[in-house]
């Protein structure tokens, strides 16, 4: 499903390459709240999709940051939509890859660094931010969130 993009959605001319790994589990909880009527997913129905599209970002909180040469990477999660995503905001530009890990599941992003290119991860369904890994890869340098808001390179 469409909408306008955002600053953080790939633009509707330059689509980036989207890579996934491992199958994705069922880890909805029921009893989370339903996605809003603004939101146009939940759950493994957001899952690939990029979250300003979907307007899961109407609601997302940053669980998790690291910051790193010049690029600041966000764990991000919308409890309506039941993602999570990673966002990368740097002063560098260039080429960069956006990848979001949870268990087994990893999706990521290339956007070929033209500065309107986005900044998001696609999402992955989870019924919590607990476990995922929000990365990005700038110019050659890497920077990732920790599992549960602790850093690693």
Known sequence: PGGTPGPFSPPASRAPTVVVTAGAADVLDPDLPVAPASATCRG??????????????????????????????????????????SEVRTTTGGAREISIRSDQDELSAAY????????????????????????????????????LGGSRS
């Open 44 to 85: 493994h129905g957001c899952q690939g999709q990029f979250p300003a599209s979907e307007a899961c970002g109407r609601d997302a909180r940053t669980e998790s940051t690291v910051t790193r040469a010049g690029q600041v990477v966000l764990l991000r999660f919308s409890p309506s939509c039941a993602t999570v995503w």
């Open 112 to 147: 070929p660094g033209d500065p309107s290119d986005g900044y998001s991860s696609p999402m992955l369904a989870a019924s919590s931010p607990r476990g995922a890994e929000a990365c990005a890869k700038v110019g050659g340098m890497s920077a990732c969130t920790g599992p």
